[in-house]
Every structure is written in structure tokens, then in C-alpha cells.
């Protein structure tokens, strides 16, 4: 029998949203894991709102819905709340009743931007990888690193000079001719954005406005184990790896004594880089960069047999590609190849909310497979 095509005509609904997500949707373990690292940061979140005043939106549902947004690709907190508004799985994640108004973009945005400027986002990624479950899939031996460029909210028309009197003629995007006229970091700065700095990433490339992103690997199951953003330089790579050694080594109480291994690729292996490391009891598992100089020499590497002589090194030369992985995500389906911030903190809060995210949507397979 043919049903009859009708408009309902249910006023009231008693259907939970909580019955409306499937079982096995992989939302429901991320919300387990993301809500127990919530809760243990809500003494920071009391340190940075203050206890008289009209109720703001909980960061705990800020942080949900910068997840969201990073999760499904969504391209700007206007179609965020659009898509909030109607979408039950969305509701659901976030914390919204089915009956309850979803918020402007532009509160939304102004009550987003009280989190980018504390240190939230640093600590919610240590929050996931310190959490029970994600703790026990992390190598504490082997990590590999690597840095990519994160494009600044700034165009190159914005780069001036920095005692101005170049001409700027009419109107917002005007015309101009940098033909014949040389445009460096000491002498030029972005209007639009001061921290943002011009670099490009090898000989023949295009220089741009752009900020350094930074990741530390574990290599067990590539999961990200620390990360952030620098201003753009020829050393920002390696200095911000033993930083993030350093960092990682701290927060896990782990000896100085205790040997790592670090994996790199080619850009790593410099002389005093692989002596840092080495100080500091880390194999630099390096990509070696023995190419000919202009002069017809061989570039001296300090990375000889007694590093690659052991198989452990053709392993970490491998595993250590899975980085691409995590930038290749955060940066086309997190939304972090071009930010939408200026200044260097507040990108850098974005970057490492994108890389907690990346660990996120790793975590349903991998309890999966452990579990027994």
C-alpha cells in the first residue's frame, strides 16, 4: 500500500537527541574523552572569567564547537551556527537542547576569542595525550619532528616599509609596483598583520607572508604529543624542536638519562642542532644532507655510522613521513593552511586546537584495535 505523502503534524517531540546518535558513532568515544579533559580543565577556565557579570557561553561548548568546526571542514563560524541551528548530530556534540537557541556568530566569535588568548589550547591537547586511554598508545622513546608554513591573514600588497612614505595612494586595495624594489623582514613589515614574515620554503620558491607551525610525533601510532606556531625564520625548525623536547620530558617527569630517539628530515641535520640533541641523550635519527655545494664539495653531515648502521634508524626514517599525515590534515580538512587570525598567539592557539583535533579523530580506531 502507497503511504500518503503528508506533513506531520507533531507538535512536541519526545524523542532524545541522545537516541538519536547511533551507537557506534565514533563522535560518541571523542565526547567521552573530550568531556573528562573539559573537566579537568575547568580550573583554568575559572582563572580567566570573572564571577559577576551576565553569563557568557561555557567554554566547555566553545571548545566542542571549535571541534566541530574542525572536524567537517566547516569554513567559518557563520555557517558554523547555520549549521548548529538544524543539524541534531551537531546539537548533540556541542550541548544543545533540541529547543535551545543557537548563539550570533559575532558573540560567539567575541567569546572564542577568550580562549585564544589564554593558554587553553595547549593545555587541552596535553589533556588528550595524558588522558588514560591515550596514554597507553604513546611511544615514550621514539618521536619524530617536523615544521610547515602556515599562511598569514595578510597579502603581500601589505607589506611596506617600516617608515611608511611609500605612496599608498586611494582606497583600500590600492595599486602598487614593487617592480625593481627589494622587500626584506628588516626592512619591510605587514600593515595588516606586524608578527606575520615574509619566507619561502627552498631555492625557486615564491617567498610569502607566513608563520612557522611546529609538531612533535610519538611514533608508535602517530599521535601528536606537542605543538605550536613561531615566527617564520631559517632557525625557528630546529629551535623549536628542543623546545618541544624539552616541554614533552617535563610534563612526563622522564630523566634526562633517558634515551629518545628523534627523527628528521634533511633541513635537521646541522652541526649544532645534532650536538643539542645529543647533549640532551636524543639520537638524532636524521635525514643526512650530503649534496654538493656550489664549490663541487661534499656537505659535511654529523650523522656517520654510528648512528646509521643501526636498523632502528631505517624505521624512524620511515615512520617519520606519517608526519605529512598530521599536517596534511590539520591544514586542508582542520582549515589551518591559510588562518583566519593575526598574531602570532592566536594562530598558535588554532594550530594546536587543530592538531588535538587530528589526535581526536585517530582515537576511535585505535581503542578499537587495542581494546580487547
Known amino acids: 500500500m502507497r503511504g500518503e505523502d503528508r506533513k506531520s503534524g507533531s507538535l512536541f517531540s519526545y524523542v532524545d537527541l541522545e537516541a538519536r546518535v547511533p551507537r557506534r558513532h565514533p563522535l560518541r568515544l571523542i565526547r567521552v574523552i573530550v568531556n573528562e579533559v573539559l573537566f579537568e580543565l575547568s580550573p583554568d577556565f575559572e582563572a580567566i572569567y570573572s564571577r559577576i557579570g551576565r553569563p557568557s557561553i561555557a567554554p566547555e561548548r566553545l571548545l566542542r564547537a571549535l ?59 596535553i589533556g588528550i595525550i595524558e588522558h588514560r586511554k591515550v596514554a597507553r598508545l604513546l611511544s615514550r622513546d621514539h618521536f619524530s619532528v617536523d615544521g610547515t608554513l602556515i599562511d598569514a591573514w595578510a597579502s603581500m600588497k601589505s607589506f611596506r616599509p617600516k617608515g611608511g612614505g611609500d605612496g599608498d595612494g586611494g582606497g583600500r586595495n590600492a595599486e602598487q609596483d614593487f617592480h625593481g624594489e627589494k622587500r626584506s623582514n628588516e626592512s619591510h613589515a605587514s600593515r595588516t ?32 604529543v606537542g605543538g605550536g606556531v613561531t615566527i617564520a625564520s631559517g632557525t625557528a625548525e630546529r629551535e623549536a624542536a628542543l623546545d618541544l623536547i624539552d616541554s614533552h620530558r617535563q610534563r612526563q617527569h622522564a630523566s634526562g638519562k633517558r634515551r629518545i630517539t628523534l627523527a628528521g628530515d634533511k633541513g635537521y641535520d646541522v652541526e649544532a642542532f645534532v650536538e643539542d640533541l645529543r647533549q640532551r641523550t636524543a639520537t638524532p635519527h636524521i635525514a643526512v644532507q650530503d649534496h654538493l655545494t656550489k664549490t663541487g664539495k661534499r656537505r659535511r653531515t654529523k650523522i656517520d655510522g654510528r648512528t646509521t648502521r643501526h636498523p632502528g634508524y631505517v624505521i624512524s626514517q620511515r615512520i617519520r613521513k606519517r608526519i605529512e599525515e598530521v599536517f596534511g590534515w590539520a591544514k586542508v580538512q582542520g582549515g589551518q593552511h591559510k588562518t583566519k587570525f593575526r598574531g602570532r598567539e592566536r594562530v598558535d592557539a588554532s594550530f594546536t586546537l587543530g592538531l588535538a583535533a587530528y589526535n581526536l579523530i585517530r582515537l576511535p580506531k585505535l581503542l578499537a584495535e587495542t581494546e580487547p
Do not use: P
Open 67 to 125: 571541534l566541530l568546526q574542525a572536524f567537517y571542514t566547516i569554513r567559518s563560524e557563520r555557517q558554523l551556527m547555520e549549521q548548529l541551528d538544524f543539524n541534531l548530530l551537531y546539537r548533540w556534540f556541542v550541548g544543545l537542547g533540541v529547543d535551545e537557541a543557537v548563539w550570533d556568530a559575532t558573540v560567539y566569535c567575541k567569546n572564542r576569542d577568550r580562549l585564544l588568548k589564554a593558554e587553553i589550547a595547549s593545555k587541552f591537547l
Open 193 to 224: 598583520d606586524a608578527e606575520a614574515r615574509l619566507y619561502r620554503k627552498g631555492n625557486g620558491r615564491e617567498s610569502r607572508l607566513c608563520y612557522m607551525g611546529h609538531a612533535l610525533m610519538e611514533n608508535r601510532n602517530g599521535l601528536v
